[in-house]
């Protein structure tokens, strides 16, 4: 079974995902750390009307993931690098699903504007091993 991708437009010398374009024709340009979410899960249903701007964690909760419950805390001491930005440990577990899924690293990095080292990490196991 082949991943789903984002159907993708050419605007003068460059590509763009159709629902971003939708979106941004009706309601401007996507806020910073935000993302246009398909309503019905369909990512080839680009209707203006399936599609809504919600923010990283939002985005997160939306696709099934949860943080993990480690008593308050996000991850135990040695299973994360102590130089990564917290926002970063919480999309491992959805970044881990992308990846089980199919997902290229290079489409994860463009999904949720991470660093392709961390999804490389997350995808090898070197870092990010006990995060649930």
């Known amino acids: 079974?082949?991943?789903q991708r984002y159907k993708r437009t050419h605007i003068g010398d460059r590509f763009f995902q159709v629902?971003?374009?939708a979106w941004e024709?009706?309601?401007g340009p996507v806020p910073e750390g935000c993302y246009i979410h398909h309503i019905d899960k369909d990512i080839h249903n680009n209707d203006i009307n399936n599609l809504?701007?919600?923010t990283s964690s939002e985005h997160a909760k939306?696709?099934?993931w949860q943080p993990p419950r480690m008593r308050g805390r996000l991850f135990t001491?040695?299973?994360v690098p102590?130089?990564?930005p917290a926002a970063n440990v919480e999309l491992v577990p959805l970044i881990r699903r992308y990846l089980q899924d199919g997902w290229r690293v290079r489409d994860i990095v463009s999904e949720f504007g991470v660093s392709r080292y961390l999804v490389s990490d997350v995808k090898s196991g070197r870092s990010y091993a006990g995060v649930l």
Do not use: A, E, F, T
Request: proline share 5%.
């Open 82 to 84: 102590p130089n990564r």
């Open 52 to 54: 809504q701007c919600v």
């Open 1 to 3: 079974m082949q991943k």
């Open 25 to 27: 024709s009706h309601y």
């Open 19 to 21: 629902h971003r374009v």
């Open 62 to 64: 939306l696709h099934g």
């Open 77 to 79: 001491k040695g299973n």
